[in-house]
């Protein structure tokens, strides 16, 4: 039976969501039978909120301003909700899955969001103080909007949650261990999504030792062998591996010391300082925190910022390729890894030592095979879909339970 299913993502400034259809009847994807239908966000939240819906092909079909700053979050899902009611026209929404960052130690599957469930996860905020209370805001709203509607958690950190023991613990008593101070990895729905469109699409690889790169304004890279993640660059936080748009990646732990001793920064100084202010953003001297907008630029700080982001992205593929022992294919994927060309051509100048080679031509379509014939590994660009692979999830869940989706 086809199933209409409601992705979710909230953050801070912006609600990105999307309407697939999904079940028996609808056309198999590489990843399963997803489509979407209908997809928007709600952008400025805080300043001036703006909605806009458009339908699979891009068209624009709806849009909503509000002048004032103040919108309560639960007026805008209200709105959201009403757009999509009527753009559908009587056709319902099934279900809900939502994009939850952190799952913490516990949370290793999808679920279905009970008050018990936003209590258990609204104690792990203080794992992902900048993330969890945007994620949890949707769920109260719609259980008070539409209490019926069936509402799945699906975690980015699930993917990663039986990370081998050596890259998932830190060299600290194990006290704190015990406690969740260990590493969770994100971007988990991206990389789920790219495993299975591989075991679909190019099983010799998915069966093989693959590096992803998931690069956009959040970045990250994942060691797969066999489809299960083994490494991967983000640990405790979404602070930390490689350098991003405005978060400054792996960093000395002894630098928060010494920022709160000889500046006198406090906690949350320093949490902006780090998560806002740095990355592409401080490296360019403030210019921007945009790729595309450094790769344009000519000035000195730009090009530098771009080549300390290609350096340490160099550092930690060869760090996962050797986690894996080796590297049979690597895949692209996210703003930045799908649709900037030289940051790929860098990248392989960097890693030419292991064989990595690619066609400049096939490079420059920004899409599936572009290495060259005597590369040692494969190179692909993939697309990845976040919220396919919450409505899949949302729907297997709900499936096995016999609820709505089954």
């Not at 983000?234 to 709160?260: E, K, N, W």
């Not at 360019?284 to 450094?294: A, F, I, T």
Request: include cysteine.
């Amino acid at each position: 039976m086809v199933q209409l299913v409601m992705a979710l993502n909230a953050g801070s400034s912006s609600v990105k969501f999307s309407v697939c259809r999904a079940g028996e009847g609808v056309r198999a994807q590489a990843v399963g039978p997803v489509e979407t239908v209908l997809a928007g966000q709600v952008e400025r939240i805080g300043i001036a909120p703006r909605l806009s819906l458009h339908d699979g092909a891009g068209t624009v079909l709806a849009e909503r301003r509000w002048a004032e700053a103040d919108v309560p979050f639960a007026t805008l899902l209200a709105e959201i909700l009403a757009q999509l009611d009527r753009t559908l026209g009587g056709q319902a929404i099934t279900a809900l899955g939502h994009r939850v960052v952190h799952g913490g130690p516990d949370h290793a599957a999808p679920q279905r969001v009970t008050p018990e469930l936003i209590a258990a996860l609204e104690a792990l905020t203080p794992l992902a103080p900048l993330h969890m209370p945007h994620n949890l805001a949707p769920m109260r709203a719609m259980a008070a909007l539409r209490p019926d509607l069936p509402q799945v958690a699906c975690f980015d950190t699930a993917f990663h949650h039986d990370l081998p023991l050596c890259a998932r613990r830190f060299a600290l008593p194990q006290c704190y261990e015990a406690d969740g101070i260990r590493r969770y990895g994100f971007h988990g729905l991206s990389y789920d999504y790219v495993a299975r469109y591989l075991r679909h699409a190019l099983p010799h690889l998915a069966q093989g030792r693959v590096v992803v790169a998931h690069l956009g304004s959040g970045a990250s890279l994942c060691a797969l062998s066999g489809g299960r993640s083994m490494d991967t660059t983000m640990g405790f936080s979404p602070l930390d591996g490689l350098i991003m748009g405005t978060r400054c990646g792996a960093l000395d732990p002894a630098i928060v010391l010494y920022l709160q001793e000889h500046y006198g920064l406090g906690i949350e100084a320093i949490r902006t300082l780090l998560y806002q202010k740095s990355g592409l953003l401080a490296l360019s001297g403030g210019l921007s925190s945009d790729m595309h907008v450094l790769l344009g630029d000519p000035s000195p700080l730009a090009a530098q910022a771009v080549e300390q982001f290609v350096y340490r992205l160099a550092q930690d593929a060869a760090a996962m390729v050797s986690a894996l022992g080796g590297v049979d294919g690597f895949v692209f994927t996210a703003g930045i890894g799908e649709h900037e060309p030289p940051i790929r051509a860098r990248l392989a100048q960097s890693l030419a030592w292991l064989g990595m080679r690619i066609d400049a031509g096939a490079n420059a379509r920004n899409s599936g095979l572009i290495s060259t014939a005597d590369s040692a590994m494969e190179v692909h660009v993939l697309p990845t879909d976040e919220d396919a692979m919450i409505v899949l999830h949302t729907t297997e869940l709900l499936s096995a339970q016999g609820g709505p989706a089954a």
